[in-house]
């Protein structure tokens, strides 16, 4: 009997702690469901820079088309890389810009520059994937990459 009087008198402030951690837990899981939408939103991201990447044959309109994809998808890049892995970025638009203004001519510098150009492809995707964090805050101005590319 001491013990249902004691349930009975406790059952409101069980059910607020039982409500709470009901709360907590949903709360958990909806964190956990946006960082996997996020993350998904990166692998989409990955996968059309594949679809970009794989048309590009050295030659200067295929650059062109992929400087325009590139911008296009900036705020993509900016929002879901943090200021470091965006440093990739930037450096595979500087390659992409420089290819633009002094195209590759001979066999083997085209070649090298499809090489070039697929390892930069190949360390963004992998930023891309590997990031574990959720929307970045970006209150920094987008400022160009320093010339330390080729």
Known sequence: MAIL???QQNAEWMCAIAVAAFAG?????????????????RLELANR????????????????NIRNWLSSNTSNFAFLLNNKDLEKYKKLCLFILNYINTPAQ???????????FLTFVSEL??????????????NAEFAPVKKEVQ
């Open 125 to 138: 995707e992998i930023v891309l994937g590997n990031a574990n964090y959720g929307i970045v805050k970006n």
């Open 49 to 64: 820079l594949d679809e970009v990447a794989a048309k590009f044959l050295g030659e200067v309109e295929d650059a062109k």
């Open 25 to 41: 837990v949903q709360c958990w899981l909806s964190h956990q469901q946006n960082l996997q939408n996020i993350r998904l939103k």
């Open 106 to 116: 001979t066999r083997d510098a085209k070649f090298t520059a499809i090489k070039d």
């Open 5 to 7: 009087r004691l349930l």
